[in-house]
């Protein structure tokens, strides 16, 4: 575990709900990786992520999945890619990514708390 954050630190991190609206490989990456347009509703609009998630998923299967992210990160390039937010994901058995979501359909934008 981590050293202990105030509440003030965690109200910071402003991670939103989105929906991947495209999803397609990344070949210039250095680690297998995709590119993801995300919806984050009018507030913040679309934004674009680059994931290492290609052991559990298939960018078509992607589609219309909703996913947690971090919205107030700085861009970042990556290769020829510009990544604006940083999906979130958990590791599975062998450290592989599982992406994290909500368990049932909510609102794109929506801040979690």
Same mark, same amino acid.
């Given at each position: 575990m981590r050293g202990q954050i105030s509440w003030a630190d965690f109200e910071? $991190?402003?991670i939103r709900v989105g929906r991947i609206t495209r999803a397609e490989p990344f070949p210039q990456a250095r680690r297998p990786a995709f590119k993801l347009w995300l919806d984050f509703g009018? *507030?913040? %609009? *679309?934004?674009k992520s680059s994931a290492q998630i290609t052991r559990?998923? $298939?960018?078509d299967e992607l589609i219309g999945r909703q996913v947690l992210a971090v919205v107030n990160f700085p861009p970042r390039q990556i290769g020829p890619f510009m990544s604006e937010v940083l999906v979130l994901g958990l590791p599975d058995a062998e %450290? *592989? $990514? $599982?992406l994290i979501g909500p368990g049932h359909e909510v609102p794109v934008g929506g801040r979690m708390y």
């Open positions: 910071k $991190v402003d009018p *507030e913040i %609009g *679309e934004r559990h998923y $298939v960018p %450290g *592989e $990514v $599982v």
